[in-house]
């Protein structure tokens, strides 16, 4: 018989505690998504309510809450698409190459890491202002095709992940370097690039400063653009309407990080991931 | 014979790498040089960028705005960062050496805040502070804690304490999956020799651990300061962009947009911009140092 030490007894009371603390913020979102703004502001509840329906209609009154999702959607997929195929491309080229110049290159990729995106904003803005690309994707998608750090990542795996003998003998079969790349590379760096594509999807859903500053169409903005619409609406404050939309934003990054969370926290814990 | 065959394919490497720098050098370098170029000018974001040389840079010297927004910023990092590294650590400690039940779970749920969308959680606690019925006044209220609502978001110091234990929340689990994966690479050995000369499990985390950890704790510190000078979303949400009450939730970032695309003065953003930079460039230089170390 194993004796339960009351240390172990504090120890799972503190553990079940956080858990609670991490968890009561979702849960309370999703109960009040349930209720109407009567109901939510008159008393707090364990239990949801029926009025999902009345709080969607009421959210739909105030702002197109589809088409932002949509639009989320859009930038992030492409954005990940972009980030996976050129970071593995960029990192196959440091791993397989012998350039003369490539440590110098490689630096600056990690100086990239570095750079604060607060930096370049103003400047984008007049550019992007200049060649007529506001209120346009194009500049919320193509710069993921330069994502610093899963260049990083992927390198590090694709050190030991991709044999040369392997390419060796491809070569010899005549095949062309960007066809090798195509059919052995990327096979081979995919759990790499796989888990790199999950951060690039939750990064650029969650992007706030960059479509901030680009988008004014409203029925262009992205999600959380239209959450910030909505918290700041003061005249005509429909907290149902409120928990309902923060709940949609939420919810798809909750799926995903449900499904993946093992390739999520791997990639953190291999340190290829900023803060 | 094979080397040569491999020189002659190693100006791929070169054309492999086009896309990665021809991007960067559009959407990365070019606007950052722009946003330099713009500091050195008065410019209103309509009409053509007047040259003024060293003007705004001198002016954020003598600007208390700016000085307020940056004790502001560390402030609330602080705050924050001081109770997340503690449970960070600790939590390492207890996955690391104990064995418990659920610890994949628990290390899922305790990571998930990190993820979730910055906007959405303010909107999130925003309502939740809503004075006189939101959630925390409501269950306050109803477990007879205090006996009127409060208004967390009206008072300086507890707003930003709020912003302090929201980024905790945000972030104690990703440091702690930080610091798990550097525990993971201390030798058993160590703790072996520890227990057979008598030390204690606190003694050893002190005298062992701590010491090995060293590498990883000054990154994740620098990390977690780095990116609490760039904190902008929580506060902006939070407040409605204007920093309320009395500018004690104005960060440098938010001083920076809202100079920049509230009063339209870019070129003074630009230069708020730089001045961040530099604060933020030393401290990713010493970061920097210690990765090349590893590689």
Redesign the interface.
Same mark, same amino acid.
């Given at each position: 018989m194993r004796k339960i030490k009351p240390s172990h007894i504090i120890?799972?009371l503190f553990?079940g505690l956080?858990?609670v603390?991490?968890?009561f913020?979702?849960y309370?979102?999703i109960i009040?998504a349930t209720r109407t703004t009567g109901q939510?502001? /008159?008393?707090?509840s364990l239990v949801p309510g029926n009025a999902i329906g009345q709080n969607i209609k009421e959210l739909a009154a105030k702002v197109n809450i589809s088409s932002a999702f949509v639009n989320s959607l859009i930038i992030a997929l492409g954005a990940t698409l972009l980030s996976g195929y050129?970071?593995a491309?960029?990192a =196959? +080229?440091?791993v397989?190459? !012998?350039?003369r110049f490539?440590n110098v290159?490689f630096g600056?990729?990690?100086?990239?890491m570095?750079?604060?995106?607060?930096?370049?904003?103003?400047?984008? =803005?007049?550019?992007m202002?200049e060649v007529n690309l506001l209120d346009n994707y194009l500049?919320l998608v193509?710069?993921s095709? +330069?994502t610093a750090s899963s260049?990083f990542f992927i390198r590090q795996y694709a050190k030991t992940a991709l044999p040369s003998s392997l390419i060796?003998a491809a %070569?010899i079969d005549g095949a062309g370097?960007f066809k090798i790349?195509n059919r052995i590379g990327l096979p081979l760096m995919s759990p790499a690039i796989f888990t790199m594509a999950i951060t690039s999807f939750?990064a650029s859903? !969650?992007n706030?400063?960059t479509p901030l500053?680009l988008l004014s169409d409203q029925k262009k903005f992205t999600?959380?653009l239209i959450? %910030?619409v909505? /918290?700041?609406d003061?005249q005509d404050p429909s907290?149902g309407a409120?928990?309902l939309?923060?709940a949609i934003?939420?919810l798809p @990054?909750?799926i995903v990080?449900?499904i993946f969370?093992r390739y @999520? @926290?791997d990639g953190? &814990? &291999?340190?290829g991931v900023?803060? | 014979m094979k080397q040569q065959k491999n020189l002659q394919k190693n100006h791929y490497g070169y054309i492999f790498l086009i896309p990665f720098f021809i991007t960067f050098l559009f959407f990365g370098l070019y606007p950052i040089l722009y946003t330099l170029f713009l500091s050195f000018t008065r410019y209103d974001g309509f009409s053509e960028p007047v040259f003024v040389g060293f003007a705004n840079y001198v002016k954020v010297l003598k600007d208390p705005l700016f000085y307020s927004a940056l004790k502001n910023t560390v402030f609330m990092w602080l705050i924050g960062a001081v109770p997340q590294m503690i449970f960070a650590f600790l939590l390492a400690a207890i996955f690391h050496y104990t064995p418990v039940k659920g610890k994949g779970f628990m290390r899922a749920v305790y990571y998930v805040p990190r993820l979730v969308t910055a906007v959405s959680i303010s909107a999130l606690v925003r309502q939740f502070l809503n004075y006189p019925s939101g959630v925390v006044n409501q269950l306050l209220l109803q477990s007879g804690l205090i006996s009127s609502p409060i208004n967390l978001l009206n008072e300086a110091l507890a707003a930003q304490t709020t912003v302090g234990i929201m980024h905790w929340w945000m972030f104690f689990g990703n440091t702690m999956v930080m610091v798990m994966s550097g525990m993971t690479g201390i030798s058993k050995d160590l703790y072996e020799a520890g227990k057979i000369d008598g030390a204690s499990s606190w003694q050893m985390f002190w005298k062992i651990t701590m010491p090995l950890l060293s590498p990883i704790t000054l990154y994740v510190l620098l990390t977690s300061f780095i990116g609490g000078l760039q904190s902008f979303e929580v506060q902006q949400v939070l407040t409605g962009g204007l920093g309320a009450p009395q500018g004690s939730l104005v960060t440098v970032v938010m001083y920076m947009y809202n100079t920049g695309f509230r009063y339209g003065n870019f070129g003074y953003a630009g230069a708020i911009a730089y001045y961040l930079f530099v604060f933020i460039a030393i401290f990713s230089v010493i970061i920097l140092r210690s990765r090349m170390q590893d590689e």
């Open positions: 120890m799972y553990l956080l858990l603390i991490c968890f913020p979702f309370a979102m009040n939510i502001l /008159s008393g707090f050129f970071s491309l960029t =196959y +080229a440091f397989v190459y !012998n350039m490539k290159l600056i990729v990690l100086v990239i570095m750079i604060p995106p607060q930096l370049s904003i103003i400047g984008l =803005y007049k550019f202002k500049p193509v710069p095709v +330069a260049v060796e %070569r370097e790349f939750i859903w !969650n706030y400063l500053i999600l959380p959450i %910030r909505l /918290s700041s003061v907290a409120m928990y939309a923060i934003s939420i @990054i909750l990080f449900f969370s @999520i @926290i953190v &814990a &291999a340190g900023k803060e | -």
